[in-house]
């Protein structure tokens, strides 16, 4: 097995607080390997941006190491650190290109900060742009370029240096989902041809189902659960799985409850399920459900609206139909 591109141990950060400190990052594992597309979700506060600031260093761990390509950045002084973060590209929610230069000017940017000479960096320039779309905008000024444009020449500038991470912090959270989709396709296209790694925190589960082959949910800065979508998808109780595949949430009469019913095809067929439920009779109703096809598996949620008494007859015929089946509400 090839050693991850992007590995953390143990990584805490704590900040200093005048009443209690903040525990920002407490204790976190995590590998993503090479080529691999890795989502970071979780709360506002669960400590995702720390986790990426902590990442190139930029903010210093309290303990825990960060290894980047096979290289410890935690252990390196700061001269070290800043060649070392070349190899990092990051992509930010905005974007904050210089509106005095051009769009080719600010891809410009980062490599004259490199001692790029100047003949190599306008062809390096014209080959980034043409590689996110936008080799006919080179002379266009920011103020000219829509908010999906914008967010290509933020990558465009991140790829600059030829990292070996992309490092995304909510890169569609300021465009429409029309763009959203535009802009993922083109971060998973860059996966594809440049083999890059790219870790992506994001709010929105949409962009998870979109783009990423694993995901890790974080929670007051720990690890809640961790996997490869096609696994988290199929696994019963899970948190993200409810997030990934949500169902709307039901008034309920009274003297009734809600059993919710999960399930993946490769484990039981729908026929099955749909059997067991026609089984508990017509005061059982399917009130709201999704059966759909998400990480190349086929998975189903169903909401099962039924009388207060007769949930343990419906949990029980469920159970030994083979389907994962609680009580929600
Ligand atoms: N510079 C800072 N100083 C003190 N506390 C901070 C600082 N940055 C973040 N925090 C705290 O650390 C926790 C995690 O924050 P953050 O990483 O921004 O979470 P997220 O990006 O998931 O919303 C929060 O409780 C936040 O208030
Ligand atoms: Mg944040």
Redesign the pocket.
Known sequence: MTEPQIQLRALRKI?P?KGAD?V?LDGIDLDVPRGAIHGIV?R????????IRCLTLLERPTSGTVTIDGQELSGLPEAKLRSARRRIGMVFQHVNLLDSRTIAGNVAYPLEIAGVPRAQRASRVAELLELVGLADRADAYPAELSGGQMQRVGIARALATEPAVLLCDEPTSALDSATTRQILGLIRDLRDRLGITVLIITHEMAVVREICDSVTL?GH?KVVEHGALGDVVGKYGSHLARELIPVPDLPLGVERSLVEVAYSTDDVATHVVLAAVAALGTDAEIAAGTIETLAGRRVGRLQIDLPDDRVEEALSRLHSAGVHAEVTR
């Open positions: 900040y607080a903040v920002a979780g506002s506060g669960a400590g995702k941006s720390t986790l974080l800065g």
